[in-house]
């Protein structure tokens, strides 16, 4: 990926046709434009086989670097590109520390949590965010960084999706 030292430059959100994330990042490296599109591992059952895939931390979207001067006009018709996101009547902005962490991010190894495995049945805590007082039932993985686990909330058995990085095992 190239890099755009200009001090006036900043990150921009693009939206992308359906399914075209690949193509409009494509066209936009030829017209030499800086983009990053986040992706991650993710490991799917194809025929009853697991495989890792490379797929969009978030599908549509990905994020170009421009200064206020650069030829925007490009953009308009870039094939897989559908628009520039606007919030309050200008493009929506993404602040550079956010870019850098969602690069440190998808750079870094997927590893496992723990050396062993999860096995469905194990009590899990969660340790972040809304749920962080709730103990679930793991069921399965949902890919590299997420599983599903089950909660008691609500007087209900509730399926839940969380990742990995927000559980730990209980405690003994």
């Not at 986040?38 to 549509?60: A, D, M, V, Y």
């Not at 200064?67 to 602040?95: E, I, K, M, Q």
Request: proline share 6%; net charge positive.
């Amino acid at each position: 990926m190239l890099t755009n030292n200009t001090k006036d430059s900043r990150w921009y959100l693009l939206q992308c046709k359906p399914r075209q994330d690949e193509r409009a990042q494509i066209n936009l490296l030829r017209q030499n434009y800086v983009i990053f599109r986040p992706q991650l591992i993710n490991e799917r059952l194809i025929r009853g086989k697991p495989h890792k895939t490379l797929e969009s931390l978030f599908p549509g979207y990905l994020f170009i670097q421009l200064s206020y001067d650069d030829n925007w006009a490009p953009l308009r018709s870039t094939r897989g590109v559908c628009r520039v996101v606007h919030f309050n009547h200008g493009p929506a902005t993404v602040a550079d520390h956010i870019i850098e962490h969602l690069r440190a991010r998808c750079r870094e190894p997927l590893e496992l949590q723990a050396t062993e495995e999860l096995k469905p049945g194990e009590t899990l805590q969660i340790i972040r965010g809304p749920l962080s007082t709730l103990e679930g039932i793991f069921l399965s993985r949902l890919g590299a960084e997420r599983v599903m686990i089950l909660l008691q909330f609500l007087n209900r058995e509730q399926q839940v999706r969380i990742p990995l990085s927000d559980l730990e095992r209980q405690r003994s």
